[in-house]
């Protein structure tokens, strides 16, 4: 190591000191390099990651709607058991779409609730209700629905969502055995629905209906009826269907006319009635 000319002694110390310092900057300086990103560099870096996520998103999509699809046809089979639960304590009958009597109506979702029709106040009717004895309320409600379906049975009554489900049964069907049904693994019980809105070929996203429109109309008035549902396609064309014998999965729909698609277009007795 080298000192400058005409240090004296007792500035050895500092001047050794000083140079060794001096020295190791510039070592460091030659040896590394602190470069920033320039601004071009930074916007390459920016429109790759937007290239990656606009790729990915679809993806992620999908899967999300996937997870939809599982849940909602988790919520039919769920309903399916529900409906054999039921049967089992009403000598192998199942819940007609609906029934009424001098005092009330009975819907199918009523049914599986759990109606008291005794019951001695209203709020413990729809403690009853919202409670569930065959199965719970959510179950009535597709993971996909945007709409504002209350289930506390407080906002707009226990009817809003006893009339007003995501899923319909067969508006003609009475209460039956379920013996009778001789294609149980084909003939559907119930189907995911949108309310019709009276206008054709415009479905009402935002509420459902208990019962499915008969064959006649889902062909020649498809969404026309107001109290009436049709089959929805809210899991990227498919529609959830529930099997008397408990089976249940997704069937493509084609819009606007849910009625030209399988198993709707049928008029077979397997697929349809007992």
């Known amino acids: 190591m080298k000192f400058r000319a005409g240090a004296n002694r007792k500035g050895d110390g500092f001047e050794k000191i000083h140079v060794y310092g001096v020295n190791s900057f510039h070592f ?8 920033t990103f320039t601004l071009i560099e930074l916007l390459v870096v920016i429109a790759i990651i937007a290239v990656l996520v606009a790729m990915l998103l679809p993806a992620l999509n999908k899967a999300r709607e996937s997870g939809k699809s599982i849940r909602c046809t988790s919520n039919l ?10 049967a ?3 000598n192998d009958f199942i819940p007609a779409a609906w029934e009424s009597d001098a005092k009330f109506n009975y819907y199918w979702p009523v ?12 709020a413990e009717m729809v403690k009853n209700l919202t409670s569930g004895l065959y199965v719970s309320n959510k179950v009535f409600v597709c993971p996909s629905y945007t709409g504002k379906l209350v289930l506390d049975g407080k906002s707009g009554g226990y009817e809003l969502w006893t009339r007003h489900p995501n899923y319909a049964m067969q508006d003609y069907q009475k209460a039956q055995k379920l013996v009778r049904f001789r294609y149980p693994s084909t003939q559907f019980l119930l189907t995911e629905i949108w309310k019709g809105t009276g206008a054709r070929g415009i479905p009402d ?8 429109a008969p064959r006649n109309k889902l062909v020649s008035k498809p969404f026309e009826e107001t109290d009436l549902g049709y089959p929805a396609a809210r899991h990227a064309g498919n529609c959830g269907i529930l099997y008397v014998g408990g089976n249940a999965g997704m069937q493509r729909i084609d819009l606007p006319n849910p009625g030209s698609s399988y198993p709707f277009s049928s008029d077979e007795e397997l697929v349809w009635g007992p």
């Open 111 to 122: 049914r599986l609730t759990g109606w008291h029709c005794d019951a001695p106040t209203r």
């Open 88 to 90: 089992g304590d009403n």
């Open 205 to 212: 996203f935002a509420w459902g209906v208990y019962r499915l």
């Open 77 to 86: 089979k769920q309903l399916g058991v529900g409906m054999t639960s039921y």
């Open 28 to 35: 460091l300086r030659k040896n590394f390099s602190f470069n």
